[in-house]
């Protein structure tokens, strides 16, 4: 499904991704972990199409097309999707508007014709009850006042609105408390039917123990240094990051 | 020719037929000599810094009252030909009976013409017209009162309301020549009673037009006023409108200004609170591309104390349109408990367009609440970005935040296509 080969970035000459390579399957979840700095925040910056992050090298197909070339919102009607780190709040526009938008671009895209709204509506509140959201959420402005965990949660609802084949979860635990936590992961959780594949990307193990992934690796220095099971994360849970900085060090010269 | 000459002749002209002994004739005579003294405002008056007249002024433009189908049309093609309300339509300053129409009013209220209705409404038109829009240094609006062309008299009884609204609806038509109307607008709305008067600015041909406009608009003691301003002359078109309100005790008052096409509008609004516990509301928007040119010039005299005055305009700016604000606030020596809210917030949306704004107060009490300010950028990327990664095309997601930015504005429109028209227009100019 994803492809990265060799994916090199800079910003403003820096140079932050080094190479990375990394396959995605349906029905995976890769959790990306690592020490600050590292390149995540790069990593899903590039994915989702940012324009000020140069790609310097390298190729990431998705479904075997060029994801690079797309613009972001091609991206998004090809079933990417990506929860962000700060959400961003947008006076004005309603969540309700602003998702039946969405969604019937993206059936235009498909070559589909637009949801009619009572069919939409009812799609709305099926996943509502999914996701366990407030009502209220939907009739306020997009993430306007919106706590912090509120703002994941209407990320996640928005995930499970689009119904994405990948899903790009970039620090979705950052600024979460233990209860708001629980709540995403559970909704997370309820959207992995086998064939949706997830990227998880976070600094701390945390996390992983509400989203259990099938692959963990450490990207360091803006390369993946290390991989293995969802064991890699409790180990690094227990042992820091220093020892992986270690042994890539050691390797290195 | 130009415009000085057009203008001296229609008033030599005008004045062998008049009746000399006429007070309204001598109004006018004195208003020309004020416009003779004072001549068309220049960039070196601090008032029109930023807008210049001169290649207009020195250009012909006649007063006419000639009317073609071309007007017909496009009142036709517009919004308000379906739209619920009592209809005033005046091409070139002259009221078209085809286009009007007004009907089942209650007795008392007068929904009529200044022509027709300045004699048989004498008391009324004697107690209001001059009264407010004052000629004294102001060339423009000597240069209405002396060659006014015709205009709205609407009259509301103490009491009375008419829910429907009036729709005062003025067309430049340029189809033959560069024309030059000058519309005048007479409002009583007496105490207790309530109106909702809509403004609109309309032009066809192929010419230039030069509309110069003055309202008077009075709102008794607990009476209240919908006043809405919609300006739409496309083509080559001019315009300067000058609005005074003039409100007693207890009175509310929500205006909106709608600035959508214009080659120049150069607009002037000004609100007098003459009682206690007056309640303003001057909200105002202006999409411009091209190289248009609006000027916004306000004015708020809080003359008496415990009023509210709460203003916001703002502006989407694309391609070379240049946009000016210039908003004061006058808080008299006995407003206290004055509460006066001003802001002016803008989005460029080309590297050359401009704004020039300026947020005034001069406040000569020492208990009040007022509160200004400006802002000038650019449509943020994060929001657009979002909005993007969601799949929303780049245009269709600059229309969402655009919509969402004019929101406040839409939101004091009590009329559900006015706001249909700012939403469409908001799409049309992206």
Redesign the interface.
């Known amino acids: 499904m994803l492809e990265i080969k060799n994916l090199q970035s800079a910003i403003e000459d820096k140079k932050i991704l080094n190479g990375i390579n990394l396959t995605v399957n349906p029905g995976e979840v890769h959790a990306i972990m690592g020490p600050n700095g590292a390149g995540k925040s790069t990593l899903s910056a590039v994915l989702?199409?940012?324009?000020d992050y140069e790609v310097t090298g390298g190729e990431v197909l998705f479904n075997g097309k060029d994801l690079l070339e797309m613009?972001?919102?091609d991206?998004?009607?090809e079933g990417v999707f990506?929860a962000?780190q700060y959400?961003?709040e947008?006076?004005?526009?309603s969540t309700t508007n602003?998702l039946k938008?969405?969604i019937n671009?993206?059936r235009k895209?498909q070559g589909l014709e637009p949801l009619e709204a009572t069919h939409f509506l009812k799609f709305m509140r099926e996943k509502m009850e999914l996701m366990e959201m407030d009502k209220s959420l939907t009739s306020r402005?997009l993430n306007e006042g919106f706590s912090g965990g509120e703002k994941k949660r209407n990320e996640v609802f928005?995930m499970a609105m689009?119904e994405p084949t990948l899903a790009i979860m970039d620090e979705t635990d950052s600024g979460l408390d233990i209860d708001a936590l629980r709540l995403v992961s559970n909704g997370v959780n309820k959207l992995r039917d086998g064939k949706r594949s997830f990227v998880v990307i976070t600094h701390y193990q945390r996390i992983l123990d509400y989203i259990v992934p099938d692959f963990v690796h450490v990207l360091y220095k803006g390369r993946i240094v290390k991989s293995g099971d969802a064991s890699l994360a409790k180990e690094l849970e227990a042992k820091g990051y220093d020892w992986i900085k270690e042994e890539v060090e050691a390797t290195t010269i | 020719m130009s415009m000085l000459k057009n203008i001296q002749e229609d008033f030599k002209q005008y004045l062998s037929q008049a009746n000399e002994s006429d007070a309204f004739v001598q109004l006018r005579k004195q208003a020309f000599v004020e416009f003779e003294k004072l001549g068309f405002p220049t960039t070196k008056h601090e008032e029109w810094k930023y807008t210049n007249l001169k290649g207009i002024t020195e250009r012909d433009f006649l007063a006419t009252c000639e009317t073609h189908q071309s007007a017909k049309a496009v009142f036709n093609s517009s919004i308000y030909a379906s739209m619920q309300a009592h209809k005033l339509v005046f091409v070139n300053g002259t009221l078209s009976n085809e286009l009007s129409e007004v009907k089942d009013i209650e007795a008392g209220v007068l929904i009529g013409t200044l022509a027709k209705n300045r004699t048989s409404h004498e008391a009324i038109f004697k107690n209001h017209f001059g009264k407010y829009a004052k000629v004294e240094g102001e060339a423009m609006n000597a240069l209405n009162t002396a060659l006014l062309s015709d205009g709205a008299m609407i009259y509301v009884p103490t009491d009375h309301l008419v829910s429907k609204p009036i729709l005062i609806l003025n067309i430049a038509d340029a189809t033959q020549q560069n024309v030059l109307a000058q519309p005048r607008n007479l409002i009583v709305v007496e105490a207790n009673a309530s109106a909702t008067i809509v403004e609109v600015y309309l032009s066809t041909g192929a010419n230039a037009s030069f509309t110069n406009c003055v309202n008077e608009v009075y709102v008794g003691a607990n009476a209240h006023l919908e006043h809405y301003k919609i300006q739409q002359q496309v083509g080559e078109s001019y315009q300067n409108n000058y609005t005074q309100l003039f409100q007693e005790g207890n009175t509310t008052i929500n205006h909106v200004t709608l600035t959508l096409e214009g080659t120049m509008v150069r607009n002037n609004l000004h609100f007098y609170m003459n009682g206690e516990q007056c309640n303003s509301v001057l909200y105002g928007l202006y999409i411009t591309d091209h190289k248009q040119h609006v000027d916004n010039h306000t004015r708020v005299d809080h003359a008496k104390p415990n009023c509210f005055s709460d203003e916001k305009y703002k502006g989407v700016l694309k391609d070379q349109s240049t946009a000016v604000f210039n908003g004061k606030i006058l808080v008299h020596l006995d407003a206290q408990k004055t509460n006066a809210y001003q802001r002016n917030q803008n989005i460029l949306l080309s590297d050359e367009a401009t704004v020039n704004t300026k947020p005034q107060l001069e406040i000569f009490a020492d208990d009040v609440k007022c509160t200004h300010g400006a802002t000038i950028g650019q449509l943020d990327e994060e929001p657009l970005f979002y909005l993007r990664s969601r799949g929303i095309p780049e245009r269709e997601a600059k229309k969402i935040l655009l919509n969402a930015f004019a929101d406040d504005i839409a939101e004091k429109i009590k009329i559900p296509e006015l706001v249909a028209l700012l939403e469409q227009q908001i799409d049309a100019k992206l």
């Open positions: 989702a199409g940012r324009a613009s972001p919102e991206r998004a009607r990506l962000f959400p961003v947008i006076p004005g526009v602003f938008t969405a671009e993206k895209y402005s928005q689009l």
